[in-house]
C-alpha cells in the first residue's frame, strides 16, 4: 500500500556532484508518491550510525523539512566523498496506525531495527497474542514483524535468516527493507513480489523499489547512476524469496528464504540510531463512542410496514417508487417483461483470450482491478488457479476504501503470490471534495445528485488504462459482477436505462450529454456545488463516461454464482467480513451504508433489492428467498455510516435528521 526505495553503494562512485545526488533522491518521493500521499520518511546508515526521519507529509515535500535536509545532506555527502551507505526511504498511504501519531509512520524503530513496509499483516493481532511478554508499543502493524524479527535474532540468526523466519509468520502481501544497528546493509523481502533492484556495475550501487516502473522511469531517462543501465536489467524479487545488500561486497545472491545469509560486521562495531521526529506525537485518534453510536442506530431506524406496503412487481421485487417502472395487468414490471437472459461467452472464448496474453519471460500479463470486495477477490483466485494466468492486482484508493477491504486485498495478494499496484490519490483532498458535496446536498437534497458521492472514485478506470500501457500489459481484465446494475441512479436524474446494454457501465452517448445537462442545472440551482471539487467530479465524468474502456469482464465469459465466491472467500482465504451486517455485498465500499440508507429511507428501495431482483431474472434466486435477503440486507449499518462521516468530518446526525425530513 505504499512506496518503498532506496539505494545501497559499498563505494560512493555514483557521481561528485552534490546538486545530481539531491535531484536524485528527490526523484525517489516524487516517483514512489503514487503509492501514499500522507506521510514520508528516510533512514540513512553511514559509518557508524543510522538516521531516521519521518513526517506526516507528501514525498514531494519530504526533502523540503529541516530535519529531511540533513539527511539528504549526508547522503549526498556520502556520494561525493565515496563513502559506503545504504539508504531506504518510504511514502506512507495510512493504514494500520494514525499518520498523526508520530511512531507510527514509516521508517518504523524497535529493538535496534530499522525497517520501512509495504503491506498489510491481516494476523498482526495474532502475533502480538501469541507472545504476551513482548510490548506493543505502536498502531502500526510492522512493529509485529520487528518484535518477531527480534526475536529470531536473539536467538543468533544472521538478520537475513531473521527476516525470512519473520516472514513465515506473517499472513497478507508485504514487502519489506530492514536494516539493523549490528548489522551491514539491507535486507529485501517479498511475500508477493512488490519489490524490484537492479545493479550498476560500473557504479557499484543497488536501487530498489517497489515497482519496476519507478526504476525504469531512472533508467530510461539515463538519471543519475543509471546511464549505462537498461531496463531488461531490473529484476524483480519472487514472492517468499529475500535478498541480503551489505556494504562491504557487492549485490548479494538472490535466492529462496531458507537459502539466504548476510555478512555481519564484528561486534565491536556498534551503530546507533538517532531518530529525528518533525511533529508532536498526538493522543487522541478518530474513533466512534458507544453514545453516538446509539444515537446513529435510533436515527436511522426504518418505518418496515411502510416499505412492505408499496407495491412490488409480481415476478421480480423491484417497488412502485423504482424510477420508469410499469405493472402489467399481472404485476410484472417492464424491467421484468423487457429482460433477456444472459448469454455466457464461455470458458473456451475466455481461455482464447489468455492464450494471446501469455508470456514466457515470467513478466505479468493482465492487470486485474481489485477492490477488496467479493467478486474482485474471487476473480483474482479463479485467474490464478483455475487458468494459470500472472496478473498484476491494481487499487485505486480514493479516500473510501475501507480498512477491511484494505485487509482482504493483502490476504488474497500474499496468499496468491501477486504483485499489487496501488495508485493512491490525495486522500485528504478527496475526502474534502466529498465533506462539501455531502454538505451542498444536505442543503437541497435530490436523489439525482447522489452519485456526486462518488465522483471521486472514478479516475479508477483512467489510471487503469495508464497501468495498462506503462506496464506493457496484454489486456485488463476485470471480474465485475452484471447482476449489479444501478440504472435506477441515472433514472433519478430523468433517464431511462432499461434497454439491453452489453457493458452496464457504458450507457448511450446521448443518455451521457443528458447526464451532463441534468447536473449543470443542479450546480445552477444549488450553488454549494460549485467548489474545489469541480474539476475533481470533471475528471470523474470524463474517466468514467468519454475515455474507451478496453476491457474484457471475466463474468461475462464464466457463470457468477453467489453461494461459491462465498464459499471459496471464507474457506480458502479467511476472508473478513463486516462486524455490521451478514452481507458480503459492498463491504468494501465506504460510502455504500449511507448513500444506500438515503435510498432505503426516502424511496424504500436500495441497490440490494435491484440485485436481488437481477438474481430473480437469471433464474438464481426465487422471490420469496429475495424478500427475506433484502429485509436483512437493507437493515442500516450505523457503525459504516459512523466511520464515512468520520472519514469526510461532517456530523452523521445532522445528516441523518435532514435525510429523514425528506419527503418519502
Not at 426465487?622 to 457503525?639: K, L, S
Request: hydrophobic residues 40%; charged residues 20%.
Amino acid at each position: 500500500m505504499c512506496g518503498i526505495f532506496g539505494l545501497v553503494s559499498s563505494s560512493g562512485n555514483l557521481f561528485a556532484s552534490r546538486k545530481r545526488a539531491l535531484k536524485l533522491l528527490r526523484s525517489f518521493y516524487v516517483l514512489s508518491e503514487s503509492r501514499g500521499k500522507e506521510a514520508s520518511g528516510a533512514a540513512l546508515l553511514i559509518r557508524n550510525r543510522i538516521d531516521v526521519v519521518k513526517a506526516p507529509v507528501r514525498g514531494r515535500h519530504f526533502l523540503d523539512l529541516p530535519q529531511a535536509a540533513m539527511i539528504a545532506e549526508a547522503f549526498a555527502e556520502a556520494i561525493v566523498t565515496r563513502q559506503p551507505f545504504a539508504f531506504m526511504g518510504h511514502t506512507r498511504m495510512v493504514t494500520n496506525g494514525g499518520g498523526h501519531i508520530h511512531g507510527n509512520n514509516q521508517p518504523v524503530l524497535r529493538d535496534g531495527l530499522v525497517a520501512i513496509h509495504n503491506g498489510i499483516i491481516v494476523n498482526d493481532k495474532d502475533l502480538w497474542l501469541e507472545n504476551p511478554h513482548d510490548v506493543r508499543a505502536l498502531e502500526v502493524d510492522t512493529e509485529a514483524m520487528l518484535m518477531l524479527l527480534s526475536k529470531h535474532l536473539k536467538a543468533g540468526v544472521s538478520l537475513a535468516e531473521g527476516v525470512s523466519q519473520a516472514m513465515a509468520s506473517l499472513q497478507g502481501a508485504n514487502s519489506l527493507a530492514v536494516m539493523s544497528t549490528m548489522h551491514d546493509g539491507i535486507v529485501l523481502t517479498t511475500s508477493n513480489g512488490s519489490m524490484f533492484f537492479v545493479k550498476d556495475v560500473m557504479s557499484g550501487v543497488v536501487a530498489f523499489a517497489s515497482e519496476r516502473s519507478i526504476l525504469e522511469k531512472l533508467v530510461t531517462r539515463s538519471l543519475y547512476c543509471f546511464a549505462s543501465l537498461q531496463p531488461s536489467m531490473i529484476q524483480q524479487l519472487l514472492p517468499g524469496s529475500s535478498v541480503s545488500i551489505p556494504l562491504i561486497s557487492s549485490l548479494g545472491r538472490q535466492a529462496g528464504i531458507e537459502t539466504m545469509d548476510i555478512e555481519v560486521l564484528p561486534s565491536e562495531v556498534s551503530r546507533s540510531i538517532t531518530d529525528h521526529p518533525t511533529t508532536n506525537a498526538l493522543s487522541s485518534s478518530i474513533g466512534t463512542n458507544t453514545s453516538r453510536l446509539k444515537e446513529i442506530e435510533t436515527l436511522t431506524e426504518i418505518d418496515w410496514a411502510s416499505i412492505k406496503a408499496l407495491r412490488r412487481c409480481t415476478r421480480c421485487i423491484l417497488p412502485e417508487t423504482f424510477p420508469f417502472i410499469k405493472f402489467d395487468s399481472n404485476g410484472v414490471c417492464n424491467f421484468c417483461n423487457a429482460h433477456r437472459p444472459r448469454t455466457l461467452n464461455g470458458e473456451a472464448s475466455f481461455r482464447e483470450f489468455l492464450s494471446g496474453v501469455k508470456r514466457s519471460d515470467g513478466r505479468p500479463e493482465v492487470l486485474f482491478p481489485i477492490s477488496g470486495g467479493r467478486d474482485s477477490c474471487y476473480g483474482l483466485h479463479k485467474l490464478v488457479k483455475d487458468f494459470g494466468v500472472k496478473p498484476v492486482a491494481y487499487t485505486y484508493d480514493w479516500g473510501m476504501v475501507t480498512d477491511l477491504a484494505r485487509r482482504n486485498i493483502s490476504r488474497l495478494c500474499g496468499a496468491l503470490g501477486i504483485e499489487h499496484v496501488l495508485i493512491s490519490a490525495d486522500i485528504a483532498k478527496k475526502r474534502e471534495y466529498i465533506r462539501k458535496n455531502v454538505a451542498a446536498w444536505l442543503k437541497s437534497p435530490h436523489l439525482g445528485t447522489i452519485p456526486l458521492f462518488m465522483a471521486g472514485d472514478k479516475q479508477f478506470f483512467y489510471y487503469a488504462n495508464m497501468l495498462k500501457d506503462e506496464m506493457g500489459l496484454g489486456g485488463t481484465v476485470f471480474s465485475m459482477n452484471p447482476l449489479e446494475r444501478t440504472d435506477f441512479k441515472m433514472g433519478f436524474c430523468g433517464i431511462d436505462e432499461s434497454y439491453h446494454k452489453e457493458k452496464h457501465y457504458d450507457p448511450k452517448f446521448l443518455h451521457k450529454l443528458r447526464l451532463g445537462a441534468f447536473y449543470a442545472a443542479q450546480f445552477i440551482k444549488n450553488p454549494a456545488y460549485i467548489n474545489k471539487s469541480l474539476m475533481d467530479s470533471a475528471f470523474a465524468y470524463f474517466s468514467y463516461y468519454l475515455i474507451p474502456k478496453d476491457y474484457i469482464s471475466m463474468f461475462d465469459y464464466l457463470p457468477w454464482i453467489e453461494q461459491e465466491v462465498e464459499s471459496v472467500l471464507k474457506n480458502q482465504y479467511d476472508w473478513e467480513m463486516s462486524p455490521d451486517t451478514n452481507s458480503t455485498w459492498r463491504i468494501g465500499d465506504g460510502t455504500a451504508a449511507f448513500y444506500n440508507y438515503i435510498y432505503l429511507k426516502v424511496v424504500g428501495f436500495s441497490e440490494n433489492d435491484t440485485f436481488r431482483s437481477n438474481q430473480i431474472r437469471e433464474g438464481l434466486m426465487d422471490r420469496d428467498a429475495a424478500m427475506e435477503r433484502i429485509h436483512e440486507d437493507n437493515h442500516p449499518r450505523a457503525q459504516s455510516i459512523a466511520w464515512y462521516f468520520d472519514m469526510i468530518g461532517l456530523d452523521a446526525l445532522d445528516a441523518i435528521k435532514i435525510i429523514n425530513r425528506i419527503k418519502h
